[in-house]
């Protein structure tokens, strides 16, 4: 099938402004323009096809918002193409709008002082969604997301969860195609970051509606995401399945033991030593090689141990060792 998304050779650059301080300062800012141009999107290509859920990744200051802004028409690139639905979004963003779903876990599409219920008929209207239409995904979304409670709220008076889950009903009630999804469940707690996760799977399975996701969780991506892209410095590191990543990069296991007592040599067969601190050493391990079992033996035959815990090394950590040691190239 052909792409829904095709995004090539995507830049964004934004001049910053040096600013002088103090009186001599400020009659220097009238004369000189200084600025450093920022690389937030620096030449990104990617096709994405109808009905796939990918989750974009990368660290802090990556650019990945920048490129959602840009993919739903609030920023204009500063080069490259961008195809969306048949649409240059930020050319025709008041059609656009209309056709796509985006939420941001920053802040709310809503308005803040009106009852969710009061939100939700305003869109209709900008939407120009037919009654029977709107009162048919209206009633779906109230029962999955269990809106009823707080229909007649003002958003302001919400908390995160009820207000991120009231943004996902604004966002989908004109049944878009696509949906941006930009730190859904940034903030939520464990119960209500599920129900999100949940109804993130409902979309694209019955509706099938593609999405593409931000988000700093690991489980977030586990659940949701079958092809990850990794971005940083505005570059595409990685673009493929969860899976390859995993076994490619995250290979590597660690071990965190207390000793119960302070000992010379640390070293065992299987393991390296990442850090050690006090009576705490942190091992790392191929789960390819080697069990956390048999070192776990391997240590209690010559150590005495007074506490263990085995750690998966997260999404996060995976990119970074990604970026530091260059293990990709763009
Ligand atoms: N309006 C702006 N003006 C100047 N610089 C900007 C602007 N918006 C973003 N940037 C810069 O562009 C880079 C990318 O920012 P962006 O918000 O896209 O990152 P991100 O991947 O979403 O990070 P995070 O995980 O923290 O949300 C950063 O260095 C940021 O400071
Ligand atoms: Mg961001």
């Given at each position: 099938m052909s792409a829904i998304i095709t995004v090539s050779n995507l830049q964004k650059y934004f001049k910053v402004y040096h600013h002088h301080r103090g009186i001599i300062g400020s009659v220097r800012n009238l004369f000189t323009h200084e600025y450093t141009l920022i690389h937030a999107v620096d030449g990104i290509s990617f096709d994405i096809r109808p009905g796939e859920l990918v989750g974009y990744l990368g660290p802090n200051g990556a650019g990945k918002s920048t490129t959602i802004k840009m993919l739903t028409g609030l920023l204009v690139p500063t080069g490259g193409d961008l195809l969306v639905n048949g649409f240059v979004p930020w050319r025709s963003r008041q059609e656009y709008v209309s056709r796509i779903g985006a939420v941001f876990g920053q802040r709310t599409t809503l308005w803040w002082d009106l009852p969710v219920i009061e939100?939700?008929?305003?869109?209709?209207?900008?939407?120009?969604?037919?009654?029977?239409r709107f009162d048919e995904n209206l009633a779906e979304f109230r029962q999955i997301l269990e809106l009823d409670p707080f229909l007649n709220t003002p958003v302001r008076s919400l908390s995160l969860g009820?207000?991120?889950?009231?943004?996902?009903?604004?966002?989908l009630l004109h049944n878009p195609a696509l949906l941006f999804?930009?730190?859904?469940?940034?903030?939520?707690d464990v119960v209500a970051k599920e129900r999100i996760r949940q109804f993130i799977l409902h979309v694209n399975r019955e509706h099938g509606t593609t999405i593409l996701l931000t988000t700093h969780d690991l489980s977030d991506v586990e659940k949701l995401c079958d092809r990850v892209m990794i971005i940083d410095k505005g570059r595409l590191l990685f673009d493929g399945a969860l899976e390859a990543l995993k076994s490619q990069f995250g290979g590597k296991r660690e071990l965190v033991v207390d000793f119960a007592e302070?000992?010379?040599?640390?070293?065992?067969?299987?393991?390296?030593?990442t850090r050690s601190e006090g009576l705490r050493t942190v091992y790392q391990f191929d789960r390819n090689t080697v069990t956390a079992s048999e070192l776990i033996s391997r240590l209690s035959?010559?150590?005495?141990?007074?506490?263990?815990?085995?750690?998966?090394?997260?999404?996060e950590t995976t990119i970074r060792r990604i970026y530091e040691e260059k293990l990709l190239e763009p």
């Open positions: 939100s939700l008929e305003l869109l209709q209207h900008i939407y120009h969604i037919p009654p029977d009820q207000r991120m889950r009231a943004d996902f009903c604004a966002a999804l930009d730190e859904p469940t940034i903030g939520l302070s000992y010379s040599d640390l070293t065992i067969p299987g393991a390296t030593i035959t010559r150590f005495r141990l007074h506490d263990l815990a085995v750690r998966e090394p997260d999404i």
